[in-house]
């Protein structure tokens, strides 16, 4: 069980274009889910925390006009990268929070964004 | 310094080995403590939840935490090339909260 399914599983793109990635929790209902960004050779860093029905909280240097973070539903979360540059290249990973005993996050296969 | 610490690797060992993986901390707010298991370009894999100090057991794969010393390990017995990939530790001060990862050591096991 737990498993969160990511769409698409790679994206290029054009550098100024909007590229909308899907999060989506398969068989169980994710009140919060959360987006990372994964660099090569590098760790998971948290980009936004984001709750059904309200906006998503960004951590500290993450622009929340170009990460627009919608959580529609139990079961939906988007990203969308707007105006992308190269510099916006990266493995973007979401996570869905079971409503477990202990909260746990299962994390989806991941997109990766290549911006020419 | 980083909240946590992991040695990037890589880390090379021969099939059927004992793995050794590790981890520091310095906040001490940390409570929950985690393992994922990351292969290439796919999303991280939940293998060892643990909140306690002490050991905890799952097959041939053992978590070991020591709040005392801020020092996590996980212990992989018999290692296979299948588990060959990147280990992440993870971390949290409350249950369900932030997760605080380490930058993940690159395992690979030869057949």
């Known amino acids: 069980g737990a498993v969160v399914s990511q769409h698409p599983s790679r994206v290029i793109c054009k550098s100024g274009t909007s590229v909308k990635i899907e999060c989506r929790s398969l068989d169980f209902q994710a009140t919060t889910m959360f987006w990372y960004r994964q660099f090569p050779k590098q760790s998971l860093m948290l980009m936004a925390t984001?709750?059904?029905?309200?906006?998503?909280?960004?951590e500290q240097g993450v622009e929340k006009d170009k990460f627009l973070i919608n959580h529609a539903s139990l079961t939906l979360s988007t990203l969308t990268v707007t105006s992308a540059h190269p510099e916006d290249s990266s493995f973007y990973i979401c996570?869905?929070?079971?409503?477990?005993?202990?909260?746990?996050?299962?994390f989806g296969p991941g997109t990766r964004l290549t911006v020419l | 310094q980083k909240e946590v610490e992991q040695d990037p690797g890589p880390l090379s060992v021969p099939e059927g080995a004992i793995v050794s993986l590790n981890c520091t901390y310095s906040?001490?707010?940390?409570?929950?403590f985690m393992w994922y298991r990351q292969y290439s370009r796919k999303g991280p894999e939940l293998l060892m939840y643990?909140?306690?100090?002490g050991n905890k057991e799952d097959g041939r794969f053992t978590a070991q935490v020591d709040k005392s010393s801020k020092y996590i390990s996980l212990f992989i017995r018999d290692s296979q090339p299948s588990d060959s990939a990147t280990y992440l530790c993870?971390?949290?001060?409350?249950?369900?909260?932030?997760?605080?990862f380490g930058q993940g050591t690159e395992l690979s096991v030869k057949p």
């Open positions: 643990t909140y306690s100090s």
């Open positions: 996570s869905g929070q079971a409503p477990t005993s202990t909260d746990t996050q299962y």
């Open positions: 906040n001490s707010a940390f409570q929950y």
């Open positions: 993870a971390m949290s001060a409350n249950q369900g909260g932030k997760l605080i």
């Open positions: 984001s709750n059904e029905g309200s906006k998503a909280t960004y």
